[in-house]
Every structure is written in C-alpha cells, then in structure tokens.
C-alpha cells in the first residue's frame, strides 16, 4: 500500500485536468529523450557548482528541473544573486517552456545552465505532486515582478526594462516607480523586433552595462527571451536577468490578467486564448497535443512501476 500512498495528492477531478491539458508546455515525458522518470523525484543541486548556493533542491518535471520555492523565496534567491554581484539568470518555466525544452535541442543548455527555474503554471504544481517532493505553490512572474520592485526599492537597486512593443516598458516602469518610490529605474528600451545591427547592438549593451542595473528585466516573448539572455548575459555583467514575457503588458495596461478565480483553477490560458486567439490558439494546440503524450506516459510508468506491466524487451 505504500506505493499507493501519492495517490492522495493527485488532483484526478475533470477541471484540473481540464486545465492541465490545455496549459502551454515546454516539457516531455519520461520516456521522452532528456526526461528524468515521471513518478519518482528527481532532486538536483539548485546551482551549477560556480555559482553561490541558493540551498534549495529542484524536482524534476517533464524533463525541467524546477526549484523547490515559494514565490517569497524565489525573491530571496534573488536577492542572493544580486549580492553575488556574478552574471546571472532566471527562468519563469510554464509548459510551453516545457515543450520548447523537449524538441528543440538548442532550449537544452539554457535550461541546464540556469541559476533558478521557477514553475510559472499550476499544471506543473499540479503534476509535481506525484513526485516524493512536490512543488509548494506556482510562482508567477506577473505576480514575483511586484516583489522584485518592492525589494529593488528597499535595497536601493536599480532595475532595466528591456522589451515589449512601443512605450510599454516605460509605461510598466513608471507605475512600477509610482507604487515602489524608492526603486530606481536604470533604462527603459524598446527595441525593434527584427535582429540588431551589429552597431545598435554595441550600443544597446553600453547602455545596459553603463546602467549601473542590478536586475534585467527582459520582454521579448518565448523562447526568443530565453535564448536572447542565455547568449548576452555574461558580456552585460548585470548580476540577474530574467525573462518575464507578457508581465509588461499586464503593468501597462495592455493587456488584462485573468481574474484570480480563473488563475485559482488553472484557466487563465482559457482567458488569454479568448483575449488573443489568433495568436494564441495554434499554440495551445500544440500544447496540448505534447501534454497529453506526457500524461499517458506518465501514467505508463506509473502501472511499470506497480508492477501491473513489463514493456517488451524485443
């Protein structure tokens, strides 16, 4: 009966799966290549060894390893780094993340070379609870970036703005300097979407490191993000970057979060796809197509590891 006992802790009612299959992943299954097994934990050391020890240990889900944090201690671990004064980076992880990670080989170092990884989607909470060590709570970029400038404002730090369309990081900023008085705004920059030139992109990396920011702040969509502070954050010496993708857009007014009840029950990808599905809707398909092979996979090897079936050898 021991082996039952997780059993308890998985949400099996139809919302959650509901919700679950419909949330943008970046992840794969078990038997995906790159994925660590589906029921039983995997527990990482939080940081790679050069970098300062955040003391927490991640858990493993759909092929990313999550850090084992609340949102408060997710801003601690910050808070951390940017003490540390050494380059480095954050990942706000939802399941299109998850996704990107599985099938494109290039999403793979990213992943593993980050200093934290935060599960940005209550699906993957909600997964993480058939691991020995579940996750605690999702921790929401749209919610840490507040936290972030309330700390930022108390520790005197000055914080870059990077990203999004035409005066949305500056309007983000500024509501973000008018709720936290004491936070200081290095630089607000909207870039054009196309690739930089050789000589704007000398400029722009002056204008950052000569900033004097503790924290980078980036809106440049998933994975582009991603990939874009992965290549430059070494050479930007900023000590965290981090990509928060639509969070500029909520602060803006640009574009609405979900109300609470629909964040509480997962739903907020129904509220965005309703808000933008041109957009929105062919990626949630995908989504959703990678989610339910993880979800059968996962399940696969929960019956292997019963002992209920054996998979062929031959």
């Known amino acids: 009966m021991g082996d039952l006992a997780f059993l308890a802790r998985v949400p099996l009612f139809p919302p959650t799966i509901l919700s679950i299959m419909s949330t943008p992943i970046d992840a794969s299954p078990t038997s995906m290549p790159g994925n660590s097994p589906v029921v039983a934990p995997t527990l990482l050391p939080s940081l790679p060894a050069e970098s300062p020890p955040i003391r927490h240990t991640r858990s493993v889900v759909w092929g990313v390893p999550f850090d084992h944090v609340t949102l408060d201690e ?16 954050v990942i706000t992880a939802n399941l299109n ?8 080989d290039e999403m793979k170092p990213i992943t593993r070379e980050a200093d934290l990884i935060l599960a940005d989607g209550q699906p993957i909470v909600w997964r993480s609870r058939l691991n020995d060590e579940p996750l605690p709570e999702r921790v929401a970029g749209s919610e840490m970036i507040y936290r972030l400038a309330q700390r930022a404002g108390e520790k005197g730090w000055g914080i870059y703005f990077l990203g999004g369309a035409p005066g949305v990081a500056a309007t983000c900023a500024e509501r973000l300097s008018t709720m936290y008085p004491g936070l200081r705004i290095a630089g607000v920059e909207s870039p054009p979407f196309r690739k930089l030139s ?30 874009w502070i992965h290549e430059n954050y070494r050479r930007l010496g900023v000590p965290v970057s981090i990509q928060l993708g639509a969070s500029f857009d909520f602060i803006a007014g640009t574009a609405k979060r979900a109300p609470e009840a629909w964040q509480r029950f997962g739903m907020e990808w129904a ?10 809707v062919p990626r949630y398909a995908a989504n959703a197509s990678f989610l339910f092979s993880a979800i059968i996979e996962d399940w696969k090897q929960t019956v292997i590891r019963w002992g209920m079936w054996t998979p062929s050898t031959k």
Do not use: C, W
Request: no cysteine; charged share 25%.
């Open 97 to 104: 993340y998850a996704m990107l990670n599985h099938r494109r």
């Open 271 to 280: 509220y965005r796809m309703l808000s933008d599905p041109k957009r929105l």
């Open 74 to 89: 997710a801003v601690d671990s910050i808070e951390g780094l940017v003490t540390h004064g050494q380059p480095a980076y």
């Open 198 to 227: 050789d000589e704007e992109q000398a400029a722009q990396d002056a204008r950052i490191k000569e900033s004097g920011a503790a924290i980078l702040l980036v809106a440049f969509g998933q994975p582009k993000g991603e990939q």
